[in-house]
C-alpha cells in the first residue's frame, strides 16, 4: 500500500520554472553562453542547479571545476532570493494538497533546489512544519535523472518513522509515491523503484507517460488519499 508521499518542488507546489530558466540563461549570458528556452525545456530541465551548470558549459565547449560552478550558483541564489522577496506564484491547492497528504502520510520533498530556497517556500506557504524530511540539492548524491534523491528521500523518511512512533513495518521504495512535473523526476522516482505520478504543469500528459509515469493529473486538487487508494489499491501494488 501507499505509505508515503513525495513531493518534487519546482513546477509543482512553486510555479517558479520560468524563474529558474531566466536566471540560468542571466548567469550564463555573463559567462557568455546563451541558453535557448527550447534547449533547457528538452536538454536541462530537471538537472539541479550544479547539473544544469556543467551540462550547459560542457555542451558550449567550456571547462570547469567546482569552484567556478560553486560561484554561478552562488550568484543564482542570490538573484533567487531578491525575486522572491517580490514575490513567487503558488500553482493552485499547493498548501492544501501538502496538508492533506501530511494528514495521511509522512511527506517529503525531493528537489534540486537548493534548502534556502525550499525553506522559504514551505514557511510563506505555512506547511514547513507538515515535512517530514527535505532532500535538496545540497544533500543528494546525484541529481535527477539518478534515482538517487529519491532514494535518500526514502532513507530520510525511515529515519523519520523510526524516531517519531512504535516501530512497524519497514517502508520500502513500492510503499512512496512520487508527484513530479518534469521527465527527468519520473526517470529518477521510476528508477528508485517508486510509483511516479505526473502533474502536466510543465510537460503533456504523453510526454509524462512516455517517461514512465503510472498516472498523470493536470493540477493538485485531484491529489487527496481518496484518490491515491482508488488509483493504487493495494492489489495493484501487488
Known amino acids: 500500500?501507499?505509505?508515503?508521499?513525495i513531493f518534487d518542488f519546482n513546477g509543482v507546489l512553486v510555479d517558479?520554472?520560468?524563474?529558474?530558466?531566466?536566471?540560468?540563461?542571466?548567469?550564463?549570458?555573463?559567462?557568455?553562453?546563451?541558453?535557448?528556452?527550447?534547449?533547457?525545456?528538452?536538454?536541462?530541465?530537471?538537472?539541479?542547479?550544479?547539473?544544469c551548470f556543467e551540462h550547459v558549459l560542457h555542451d558550449a565547449g567550456r571547462t570547469t571545476d567546482p569552484a567556478?560552478?560553486?560561484?554561478?550558483?552562488?550568484?543564482?541564489?542570490?538573484?533567487?532570493?531578491?525575486?522572491?522577496?517580490?514575490?513567487?506564484?503558488?500553482?493552485?491547492h499547493a498548501a492544501e494538497t501538502l496538508k492533506a497528504m501530511a494528514d495521511a502520510f509522512p511527506v517529503a520533498i525531493c528537489s534540486g533546489a537548493l534548502r534556502s530556497e525550499i525553506v522559504y517556500v514551505l514557511n510563506r506557504l505555512g506547511v514547513r512544519d507538515r515535512v517530514s524530511a527535505i532532500i535538496a540539492a545540497e544533500d543528494a548524491h546525484k541529481c535527477k535523472p539518478d534515482p538517487a534523491g529519491y532514494l535518500q528521500s526514502l532513507d530520510a523518511l525511515r529515519e523519520h518513522l523510526a524516531a517519531s512512533g512504535p516501530k512497524g513495518p519497514v517502508l520500502e521504495a513500492r510503499n512512496c509515491l512520487v508527484l513530479e512535473d518534469s521527465l527527468a523526476g519520473i526517470v529518477s522516482a521510476k528508477g528508485a523503484g517508486m510509483w511516479?505520478?505526473?502533474?502536466?504543469?510543465?510537460?503533456?500528459?504523453?510526454?509524462?507517460?512516455?517517461?514512465?509515469?503510472?498516472?498523470?493529473?493536470?493540477?493538485?486538487?485531484?491529489?487527496?488519499?481518496?484518490?491515491?487508494?482508488?488509483t493504487f489499491p493495494d492489489d495493484h501494488l501487488g
Open 196 to 230: 511516479a505520478v505526473g502533474i502536466t504543469q510543465t510537460y503533456q500528459a504523453h510526454q509524462l507517460r512516455q517517461s514512465g509515469a503510472d498516472a498523470v493529473i493536470d493540477g493538485l486538487a485531484t491529489l487527496t488519499p481518496a484518490w491515491i487508494k482508488e
Open 16 to 51: 517558479d520554472e520560468s524563474v529558474h530558466f531566466d536566471l540560468f540563461r542571466e548567469v550564463l549570458e555573463q559567462e557568455g553562453v546563451t541558453l535557448t528556452d527550447r534547449d533547457y525545456h528538452e536538454r536541462y530541465l530537471g538537472y539541479d542547479d550544479a547539473g
Open 1 to 5: 500500500m501507499i505509505s508515503a508521499v
Open 68 to 92: 567556478y560552478i560553486a560561484g554561478l550558483i552562488a550568484r543564482k541564489g542570490a538573484r533567487y532570493a531578491e525575486v522572491a522577496e517580490q514575490g513567487l506564484r503558488f500553482f493552485p
